[in-house]
T-cell receptor, first 110, second 115 residues
């Protein structure tokens, strides 16, 4: 059974304190790995798609990387407005249905 | 990106009743997806709705409990039938982003509380 595990469940940072979120997966035939941001009371907002090991994508203070077993979302010098839950999802094999992780709740203190 | 609206945004319902959630997209799309997000849990796909055909349900979800309509290429409804407190959740609809981008675009969600 395909599994997607995100760690840590929760992370508190001080403004400017860089860190990384992890998404590990056990799937056969990765087709794509997706990162989303979800603010309270809102639907997930698409951030990145990664397709193959070694690929990297960047957007403002966020950088997503991918290996054969995991992905990292690096947050550089975070600001309070980066506080949100970050979700990872994996699409694999012949299915177009993504499997989501439970997310990492990030709080950035000013 | 698409603009997706959902109605209602939230509701509190009594056990045994039913609620219909509406999802409107500002452009024509082939497939629409309905997800459930329970507290502390990951998003779980309920079903895929194609216009002109019956919805395809994922394991653990049945049409009698979650009937879906897809009358045209911009609109879909999900009904949560005979509700129990275990149905308390956020319900989300989504559409695919272009293949060149990957991923999905989600609506704002409907927060349902069943008493």
């Amino acid at each position: 059974e395909d599994q997607v595990t995100q760690s840590p469940e929760a992370l508190r940072l001080q403004e400017g304190e860089s860190s990384s979120l992890n998404c590990s997966y056990t799937v056969s035939g990765l087709r794509g790995l997706f990162w989303y941001r979800q603010d309270p009371g809102k639907g997930p907002e698409f951030l990145f798609t990664l397709y193959s090991a070694g690929e990297e994508k960047e957007k403002e203070r966020l950088k997503a990387t991918l290996t054969k077993k995991e992905s990292f979302l690096h947050i550089t010098a975070p600001k309070p407005e980066d506080s949100a839950t970050y979700l990872c999802a994996v699409q694999a094999g012949g299915s177009y249905i993504p499997t989501f992780g439970r997310g990492t709740s990030l709080i950035v203190h000013p | 990106s698409a603009v997706i609206s959902q109605k209602p945004s939230r509701d509190i319902c009594q056990r045994g009743t039913s609620l219909t959630i509406q999802c409107q997209v500002d452009s024509q799309v082939t497939m629409m997806f309905w997800y459930r997000q329970q507290p502390g849990q990951s998003l779980t796909l309920i079903a895929t709705a194609n216009q002109g055909s019956e919805a395809t349900y994922e394991s653990g979800f049945v049409i009698d409990k979650f009937p879906i309509s897809r009358p045209n290429l911009t609109f879909s409804t999900l009904t949560v039938s005979n509700m129990s407190p275990e149905d308390s959740s956020i319900y989300l609809c989504s559409v695919d982003l272009p293949d060149s981008i990957g991923g999905q675009f989600f609506g704002p969600g409907t927060r349902l509380t069943v008493l």
